[in-house]
């Protein structure tokens, strides 16, 4: 069995983009090239790993199996990479990270202090929603992941890391603004401003909508937290927001903060990775940037 660590790269590069030209052009070698050494690969490992197509290329069964090496074994090298770097001149490693939207808020501050002390470690996120979080961390596609509220994480490690709330904003001039707090099923016929349809945040209210008998309204998707708090303070509708992301909008005026009653308002922040022990030391540190207490200040409430 004769094969190199380039064509398992390049297996993972044509698995990921269902191309071999997208595949080689990853890799930085030729398509002949790529379709020679993906040959060479089926004979060294005895099967064939995709189904040529004329839609792309999708793994076969044997493919799948060996998706999961190839991953654990370019990861194990890269960490090995990284570790013995330290030794060098100096340690450098990428991290592979997704989290969902809330999370994703509130990564600023760590994320930035790590990256000022770390200069030859690039960080890679990715937004999902948490079910989806689980499986990428559990197929190595991702070293870490970051999720709020209770998320069933199988046999994936975690630990908690912070803590945050969901909570409703309104327009300043609102009829709920003087409320010192108030459930979910009595805002959810309002018309609310949401991230989109495919954001965490999203697919959650939707989910709490629907547990009580109800379908979000909402009136209009957009890209980010900060769109939300605009469009809520000029009066376009309501959203609900982890604390964290409205406290300074809240603060200065420009929305009101409302407290949700429900129970699941309140939500454990937590890092999930297949086995803590084993992740290389940079990755490890930066876990400890993000249980360090968060500079920014508190909403009141």
Known sequence: MKYELTDLKLFLAVAESESLSGGASVIHISAPSASYRLKNLEQAVGAALFVRGPKGMSLTPAGRVLLTHVRT?????????????????GVKGHIRLVANSSCMEGLTSALSRYLVTHPNINVEMEERPSVDIVRAVADKSADIGLLAGEVVTDKLSSVAYGEDELILVTPVPHTLSSRSSVSFEEIVDADFITLSK????????????????????????????????????E?????????????????????????????????????????????PGFVREFVDYLKEPSTDESAPD
């Open 198 to 233: 495919r954001s965490s945040n999203t697919q959650f209210l939707t989910q709490m909508a629907a547990r009580v008998g109800r379908t979000l309204k909402v009136r209009v998707n957009v890209h980010s937290f900060p769109v939300v708090l605009r469009l809520v303070e």
């Open 235 to 279: 009066n376009v509708g309501v959203s609900v927001v982890p604390r964290s992301v409205a406290v300074r909008a809240i603060q200065a005026g420009r929305v009101a903060g409302v407290k949700l009653a429900d129970p699941w308002a309140k939500r454990i922040q937590s890092v999930v990775a297949v086995n803590f022990d084993a992740l």
């Open 73 to 89: 074994v370019l990861s194990a090298v890269e960490h090995m990479q990284g570790d013995v770097a330290r030794f060098g001149n």
